[in-house]
């Protein structure tokens, strides 16, 4: 299947999982995830219609930014990110979903000061509690969000999760339905610089498992770009 096909069979998921649960299938935005795909596979996506682009490595995102790879979809950093490559990051892209450490947050903050810019973030919980994973713990969260406005130069905009490789249907919803909670009890409390619009959640093996627990962001590789062939490199 082509890039495109694989996009509508994902769009026409969405549309079917948001409408079982209730929901208005606007409300879910498709993030590509395009990690080891070339400029030419990112305009595909982008020209098939997804929401947005997702790229885990500063080296891809800086070569596809110097290719226009992304002209006309907003561009996300989702993977890992190392304190010394945030310069590269801060400012280039319109949303950090995966701050995941004190440390992180803090040199964002200042670079984003810096550039006298507000950068917008989601917050990364470690939801299985791997301890191979990074991400704040859940309970972590709201102390963490009481405390935004010491960080002016950075907007919150919700909450981004990586669960544990889905089995079986259904096996993540835990999770999604804890990230979930914790969105409704953070909404409530109304904190300055702190939304929660954004609850990225959900990957091609449980896209349609998180859609029914609320996720408003998917974020899709394998299903629209197919298998990612890790022999040709040892890239992430
Ligand atoms: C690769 C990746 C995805 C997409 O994973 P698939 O299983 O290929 O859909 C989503 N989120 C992050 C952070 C990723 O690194």
Do not use: W
Not at 18 to 45: F, H, S, Y
Not at 160 to 176: Q, R, W, Y
């Amino acid at each position: 299947m082509s890039i495109a096909e694989n996009v509508a069979a994902i769009k026409a998921d969405i549309e079917k999982a948001a409408l079982a649960a209730g929901r208005d299938p606007k409300q879910i935005k498709l993030c590509a995830a395009t990690k080891m795909n070339g400029a030419d596979n990112v305009r595909q996506a982008i020209a098939a219609g997804v929401d947005c682009c997702g790229e885990n490595r500063v080296q891809e995102l800086t070569q596809k930014l110097s290719e226009n790879a992304y002209e006309g979809a907003p561009v996300h950093f989702i993977g890992h990110l190392q304190t010394n490559k945030v310069k590269q990051v801060v400012g280039k892209v319109d949303l950090i979903q995966s701050v995941d450490r004190m440390k992180l947050l803090e040199c964002i903050q200042a670079e984003a000061a810096k550039q006298g810019i507000v950068q917008d973030i989601l917050l990364e919980i470690n939801i299985g509690e791997e301890e191979s994973k990074s991400g704040f713990g859940i309970e972590d969260i709201l102390p963490l969000v009481e405390k935004m406005s010491n960080f002016p130069n950075v907007r919150v905009k919700g909450l981004m999760a990586i669960p544990p490789v889905c089995e079986n249907s259904g096996d993540n919803d835990k999770f999604f339905l804890e990230i979930r909670n914790l969105s409704v009890d953070i909404t409530a409390k109304k904190y300055d610089n702190v939304s929660v619009d954004i609850l990225s959640m959900g990957m091609s093996g449980d896209y349609t498992d998180a859609i029914r627990c609320g996720s408003t962001m998917i974020r899709v590789g394998t299903a629209i770009f197919g298998a990612r062939d890790y022999t040709k490199s040892h890239q992430n």
